[in-house]
């Protein structure tokens, strides 16, 4: 049996801290700070891993909004159940669960009947949102987490938790838009950005059993890699002629690009009769202007998608489990998570950093 000190205690947790933008430069405090009001409906876990997302370098820099801090970041989340409410029926204390980006919905909503739990009106995100009693959303770069348990996920015990942890919001956030636009066989699936995102997007792709797999950056870099992920051909954006060379070849692109300069009237363009372009990459200062001809003249689609539902999420991790996918990552302690936010911001993951208690 797994025994905690947060069953003892309900007040407080410890955990690094954003106090200001300064955090984004490193600058996290180890103190303590106050979860949720446990009710009958929530878990405690205690925290072996988690995955470290560029949205968390956006929030600590308020990037996108301006943060309530102080806040806890992190939404990758691995660990053990070591406390539970009454209400809680299929976990127990002890099992292996995950949590990704989004902690609650209603799940009774028309959205939430469907299926689409991220596009509930009354959703919170794992940190910086506020649940209706008025409680901060906390994540998990911390020793415990507390979480309604309608949003914890048994993991496959046949993937280790450095590997599934990036999955729980990078690799769900790339997966919905594949599996809901129709990735799969006869299928040319091209995914711009081969970042922690991007390289999701190959392993998936290439596991869903699409055809033909484009990886789209900038330079040939990482050619090398995105081939053993599974990619079929590779388009540089920085060589001449890359547009004309691929025009009309790509039903389904995903970008996972999250900077305002991306050519997205090019990347439309490089799309079949009636395709779709899926924004999952949410640049800090919006996407650029881009050209009408490609919506008029050759019927493609433009559209975003965030996260993805429960039963995505339960899909994925199946699938994840049976195709054997293994996430490219690097670990490091947790101790060292202001060396790893500054890695991260600066670009240097490989493909993703997974944090470990």
Not at 72 to 99: A, C, F, S, T, Y
Not at 240 to 252: A, F, K, R, T, Y
Not at 321 to 327: E, G, L
Request: hydrophobic fraction near 40%; charged fraction near 20%.
């Amino acid at each position: 049996m797994i025994i905690s000190m947060a069953s003892d205690s309900s007040s407080s947790f410890f955990g690094w801290v954003a106090k200001d933008k300064s955090a984004a430069k490193g600058n996290l405090d180890f103190t303590e700070f106050t979860p949720k009001p446990f009710t009958d409906d929530d878990i405690d876990i205690k925290i072996t891993h988690c995955g470290v997302c560029m949205s968390d370098i956006h929030t600590l820099r308020s990037g996108w909004a301006e943060t309530d801090y102080p806040i806890v970041v992190g939404h990758e989340i691995v660990g053990n159940v070591v406390r539970k409410g009454k209400n809680v029926m299929d976990l127990e204390i002890g099992d292996r669960v995950g949590v990704g980006a989004q902690c609650y919905s209603c799940l009774n909503c028309d959205q939430c009947r469907k299926g689409n739990e991220s596009y509930c009106a009354d959703h919170v995100w794992t940190y910086g949102m506020r649940f209706a009693d008025g409680a901060k959303s906390n994540g998990g770069y911390a020793e415990y987490g507390r979480y309604p348990a309608s949003f914890a996920f048994k993991l496959p015990e046949s993937i280790p938790s450095e590997i599934v942890a990036p999955m729980l919001c990078g690799g769900l956030t790339v997966y919905s838009p594949l599996k809901r636009y129709g990735a799969g066989p006869g299928k040319t699936i091209g995914i711009v950005g081969i970042g922690g995102l991007g390289h999701f997007g190959i392993l998936f792709a290439s596991a869903l059993g699409a055809t033909k797999i484009y990886a789209i950056s900038r330079t040939r870099s990482k050619e090398a890699d995105v081939h053993t992920m599974g990619a079929t051909d590779f388009i540089a954006t920085a060589e001449p002629g890359w547009v004309e060379n691929n025009l009309q070849s790509i039903d389904l692109i995903v970008c996972t690009a999250n900077d305002t300069s991306i050519p997205m009237s090019d990347y439309l363009r490089l799309l079949k009769f009636g395709g779709t372009l899926v924004q999952v990459g949410v640049p800090e200062g919006g996407l650029p202007e881009f050209d009408l001809s490609p919506f008029l003249f050759n019927n493609v689609h433009l559209t975003g998608t965030i996260i993805g539902g429960r039963q995505e999420m339960k899909d994925m991790l199946k699938m994840a489990a049976t195709k054997k996918i293994n996430s490219w990552i690097e670990t490091k302690p947790m101790s060292n998570v202001n060396e790893v936010v500054q890695l991260m911001g600066d670009g240097k993951a490989h493909y993703r950093y997974v944090l470990v208690n």
